[in-house]
């Protein structure tokens, strides 16, 4: 490899790393952004993760409740099918 493709391949290689390192930078400005956003927005209520818990039982309840009053109807009606 003679002086001149050596000086082309460092180019190269100097180009490829300064669109890595911008790629970085620019992810990080925007990360540092996104921080100080967050950081400005008013505190959730204290009592959120009781009460996501709360909606996500009673979901769960209400699913579970229905499930099984659709199984009792199917149950009863093979019974009264198989009765007659």
Not at 16 to 35: E, N, P, Q, R, Y
């Amino acid at each position: 490899m003679d002086h001149h493709h050596l000086w082309t391949a460092l180019l190269e290689t100097g180009k490829l790393s300064a669109v890595a390192l911008f790629c970085v930078g620019t992810a990080s400005v925007f990360g540092w952004l996104l921080a100080l956003y967050w950081a400005f927005q008013p505190n959730p209520p204290i009592e959120i993760a009781r009460d996501v818990t709360t909606k996500r039982r009673l979901l769960r309840m209400a699913t579970f409740s229905s499930a099984l009053i659709q199984r009792i109807e199917q149950r009863a009606a093979r019974r009264d099918g198989a009765r007659r």
